[in-house]
């Protein structure tokens, strides 16, 4: 499984990885988790995205640390402000935690994104944490580029990356990290300590989906094109209701805050008067006030049906 992880970024990343950089754990959290508790004492500082990823803030507050959120702004494509995040910069910063394609916004960061963050993480001698499980779901021409590629991080980054997303292996439950090797050698017996490792027969299947062909990958990722745009679409049709369009992963991120109902309500009036099942955008951290976040992981026919129950509801107010 690792030489197999080792192969796949080396190749996609254009760095030379090797197999004793390379962390197989049931999932790609605790990947997370050990990092965060291996590096981050009580007192540091962890500049993270918010909306996010809840586990990010979480892990933080965990350890003692403290959780530095920079926002992800819908008028800027939820992408970030390369100034704003250095002025949350101080002595006590000690990582910085980037996800693209994201979760839940469905934002990419440019290479100028990442970039940026690469030289800040250089003259601020900064980890980076990069969760870059949606690196194949992405559309409109757009390709994933890794922090992990750029001159002088591959030492100061810790990809993290799984099986969930990819190859629609959610319940196998099987992730990676990619890390310098004496990182990878304390982080393997955290590791080793919790969960001894992932099941063998999944690594095997790992192994396979990542030297198989991708073809199968990539007529998934031209279906979930279909399903974004029609859900954006028809969200954009509703009163109250404007959705940007992602560029990567399957969520869109809808602002409902004109439809006068906060997000953990609206959620809720979905769910138990349209049968929608959707989540507030609050459950991704403060900034995700007046937001909601969609799976588009569903058929056409479900989501056609969604977005009509989804109107009529909020018509109805």
Not at 65 to 85: I, Q, T
Not at 128 to 150: C, K, N, P, Q
């Amino acid at each position: 499984m690792r030489d197999a992880i080792a192969e796949h970024i080396s190749t996609t990343r254009n760095i030379d990885v090797s197999p004793d950089e390379v962390v197989v754990t049931p999932g790609a959290k605790p990947i997370f988790n050990f990092v965060i508790n291996a590096s981050i004492n009580e007192g540091d500082e962890v500049i993270y995205p918010n909306p996010a990823y809840p586990i990010y803030e979480s892990l933080i507050n965990f350890v003692g640390g403290k959780s530095v959120p920079y926002v992800l702004r819908e008028e800027k494509g939820f992408r970030f402000d390369l100034k704003e995040v250095e002025s949350l910069i101080t002595p006590r910063t000690k990582m910085i935690i980037l996800n693209t394609p994201q979760n839940p916004t469905g934002g990419i960061m440019t290479e100028e994104d990442i970039a940026g963050v690469a030289e800040l993480a250089k003259k601020h001698n900064l980890m980076v944490m990069s969760d870059e499980i949606y690196d194949r779901i992405l559309y409109d021409g757009f390709v994933h580029t890794s922090i992990a590629s750029l001159p002088g991080m591959k030492e100061r980054t810790i990809i993290v990356n799984g099986f969930s997303k990819t190859y629609a292996m959610t319940g196998w439950r099987l992730g990676y990290g990619v890390m310098p090797k004496e990182y990878a050698t304390l982080i393997a017996k955290m590791q080793i300590n919790a969960t001894s490792h992932a099941t063998a027969f999944v690594q095997v299947a790992g192994a396979a989906g990542l030297r198989g062909s991708q073809k199968e990958v990539d007529a998934m990722v031209e279906e979930f094109k279909k399903r974004r745009d029609l859900i954006v679409s028809g969200l954009n049709t509703i009163p109250g209701v404007s959705c940007h369009k992602p560029l990567g992963a399957f969520y869109v991120f809808p602002n409902i805050k004109k439809t006068g109902k906060d997000s953990k309500t609206l959620a809720d009036i979905l769910m138990n008067d349209a049968g929608i099942a959707c989540l507030p955008g609050t459950a991704f951290g403060k900034y995700g006030e007046g937001y909601l976040r969609f799976s588009y992981a569903n058929s056409l026919e479900n989501i056609e049906l969604a977005l009509k129950n989804m109107e009529r509801v909020i018509r109805s107010f």
